[in-house]
């Protein structure tokens, strides 16, 4: 199995784990349990509240549950705002990354050249990296919250635990940094870092590599040098023939006379 078909495969691995984790980050936003709390009274009845980024709900013992979405936009924290914004920036960004590694992957053949397709899965790489990074600080940044919240002896109001969408959002924000630090190291070598010698073009059956300009510029300086030391040897050679052969003569010469 070459080089170029491991790579295929990795690629392939890393789409399926990468839009997984957009799939989950994704389903984090209708998800209404992020923070949750119960609250029992003194008869039978257990109050439940729990709430997401958009809204606040309660439900009682009996299964009747109500939500209420978030009035005002401006007389929210900006925390939440900056956790709304991180993890809108997070999907935008993984659905752009899936079109162009699409694009660029190796068993497509969608894109140009080798390099090409390289450079494109290397910005769709960073593009899963960077929205796998924002919606794990969200969702960190959320958690913590929540957590330093619950463990504050001088917190007087009403305290939540961290909801199941948090732990979603976790996973799949690693599964996007995962496959996204993956795509760019592949895709970065190859597109910007010199091949290796022992991935050398007899590895890649079907595609030709047709020499660089420079190559053909030394291949003529090498021609023309191997000329001119031609010609000099013949030229030294054609005058000590004609040294030894007036040598010759004037021996004869001396001789005769």
């Given at each position: 199995m070459g080089y170029r078909?491991?790579?295929?495969?990795?690629e392939i691995g890393c789409?399926?784990?990468?839009?997984?984790?957009?799939?989950?980050?994704?389903?984090?936003?209708?998800?209404?349990?992020?923070?949750?709390?119960e609250v029992s009274s003194i008869v039978l009845t257990t109050a439940n509240y729990f709430s997401n980024l958009w809204k606040d709900c309660v439900s009682d013992s009996t299964g009747v549950s109500d939500?209420?979405?978030i009035p005002s936009l401006l007389a929210l924290n900006w925390d939440i705002h900056m956790c709304r914004a991180l993890i809108i920036i997070s999907i935008i960004l993984a659905f752009f990354g899936s079109i162009l590694v699409l694009v660029g992957m190796k068993c497509t053949k969608i894109g140009g050249s080798e390099i090409t397709n390289a450079k494109v899965t290397?910005?769709?790489g960073m593009n899963y990296l960077i929205g796998g990074l924002c919606a794990m600080v969200a969702f960190s940044y959320y958690g913590n919250k929540i957590r330093s919240q619950f463990e504050d002896p001088t917190y007087n109001e009403q305290k939540f635990e961290i909801g199941v969408g948090v732990f979603i959002g976790w996973g799949g924000s690693t599964l996007l940094i995962t496959g996204g630090l993956i795509y760019s190291i592949l895709a970065g070598r190859e597109a910007f870092g010199s091949r290796p010698e022992k991935y050398a073009?007899?590895?890649?059956p079907g595609y030709t590599f047709l020499p660089s300009?420079?190559?053909?510029?030394?291949?003529?300086?090498?021609?023309?040098?191997?000329?001119?030391?031609?010609?000099?040897s013949s030229e030294s050679n054609n005058s000590s023939i004609s040294t030894i052969s007036n040598t010759t003569r004037k021996a004869a010469s001396n001789a005769y006379v």
């Open positions: 078909t491991v790579v295929m495969y990795i789409f399926v784990v990468c839009v997984a984790g957009w799939i989950l980050v994704c389903s984090t936003q209708p998800t209404d349990i992020w923070t949750w709390s939500c209420k979405g290397f910005a769709g073009a007899s590895q890649y300009r420079q190559s053909y510029a030394s291949s003529v300086r090498t021609e023309i040098t191997q000329t001119r030391n031609s010609m000099i």
